[in-house]
């Protein structure tokens, strides 16, 4: 693609669009409505030999203050749409999980309540194989259909053949998650809308609200809940700034906009050091930290 292509954003603000309203510029990003917007994007050769990311609905991303220098993807068009075929639903990868839940409800489709409380998109799902309510992503899915940067092909993998775990979905390096393939399980349109809502008043009364933050920053460590950990292991400081945690879940932040990326990651570092002195345990981002 040409630089004055129209699809492509210079410097794109990734704290303007990111959930902790922080984080540096993208120096290259394309816009890809369509199949074909990826092949001539990677047919060029001024993309070889260059750093590659993906960006979703960037509720789990923070770009360092340094920013990220390389081709960086947000899909879009295409992409942004739900098939229901006899045998599964054909996904895009930029579908919002509120979106595919309301959906779901409307065509009677149970299983997928549980997404229309997480704020990511479904690309961003099944690259964390994201979840929560005892259900993830991985349950749900027939098959990932992905874009190959190296070989420039478009494949799809059944899940069994991919090891997915907590919070480790499709990460295969130089892919772009194109579209997942999902069970369909027909239900009561009413007892699907109640349990939305039921999850969602779970959630307005465990974690804060309307706040800027990425969700859990930490994974739960076996037999532990993080968030205790947490609470268990720092002082009174920790909830106050303009980088916090919060007092309603100490797994959350609370912070103010524009703060430096690289702070928050300082923060997230000295977090970890309070719990491994106070309890021998190393938690692991769940938070993906780009530089
Ligand atoms: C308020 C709040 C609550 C949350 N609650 C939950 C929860 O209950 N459970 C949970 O699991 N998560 C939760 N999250 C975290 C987040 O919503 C999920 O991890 C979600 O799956 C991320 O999706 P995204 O589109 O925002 O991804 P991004 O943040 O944009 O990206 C996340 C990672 O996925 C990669 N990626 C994104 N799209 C693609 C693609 N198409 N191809 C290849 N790689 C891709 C990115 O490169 C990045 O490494 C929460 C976040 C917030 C802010």
Redesign the pocket.
């Known amino acids: 693609m040409k630089p004055e292509n129209k699809n492509l954003v210079i410097n794109y603000p990734s704290a303007k669009y990111?959930?902790?309203k922080s984080g540096g510029k993208i120096s290259h990003l394309y816009k890809i409505y369509r199949q074909n917007d990826l092949i001539d994007l990677f047919d060029e050769s001024n993309t070889r030999e260059k750093s590659y990311?993906?960006?979703?609905?960037?509720?789990?991303?923070l770009i360092k203050d340094e920013g990220f220098n390389g081709i960086a993807?947000k899909?879009t068009g295409d992409?942004t749409n739900v098939q229901i075929k006899k045998e599964y639903m054909l996904v895009g990868?930029?579908v919002?999980?509120s979106y595919l839940s309301r959906f779901c409800c409307q065509n009677a489709i149970s299983g997928y309540e549980?997404l229309y409380?997480?704020?990511?998109?479904?690309?961003?799902?099944?690259?964390?194989?994201?979840?929560?309510?005892n259900q993830?992503?991985k349950d749900k899915l027939i098959s990932v259909i992905?874009f190959d940067i190296e070989h420039k092909k478009i494949i799809e993998k059944n899940i069994n053949e991919l090891n997915f775990d907590y919070?480790q979905?499709?990460?295969k390096k130089n892919?772009?998650?194109?579209y997942g393939k999902f069970k369909i399980t027909h239900g009561n349109k009413k007892l699907i809308k109640d349990k939305m809502h039921e999850y969602e008043n779970v959630?307005n009364q465990t974690?804060?609200?309307k706040?800027n933050?990425?969700?859990?920053i930490f994974k739960n460590p076996i037999n532990h809940s993080a968030w205790k950990l947490i609470k268990s292991s720092i002082d009174d400081s920790f909830y106050e700034g303009p980088i916090k945690l919060s007092k309603i879940h100490s797994n959350?932040f609370e912070n103010d906009p524009n703060i430096s990326a690289n702070s928050i990651d300082l923060f997230i570092t000295k977090i970890q050091n309070k719990v491994k002195d106070k309890h021998k345990i190393l938690l692991e981002k769940?938070?993906?930290i780009?530089d």
Not at 213 to 216: I, P, R, Y
């Open positions: 990111s959930w902790l990311l993906v960006i979703g609905n960037l509720s789990n991303t993807v899909l992409f990868a930029a919002l999980d549980f409380t997480i704020p990511g998109s479904i690309g961003g799902n099944i690259f964390m194989n994201a979840g929560c309510y993830e992503i992905f919070r979905g499709f990460q892919t772009i998650i194109l959630r974690q804060p609200q706040v933050c990425c969700g859990s959350f769940e938070l993906r780009v």
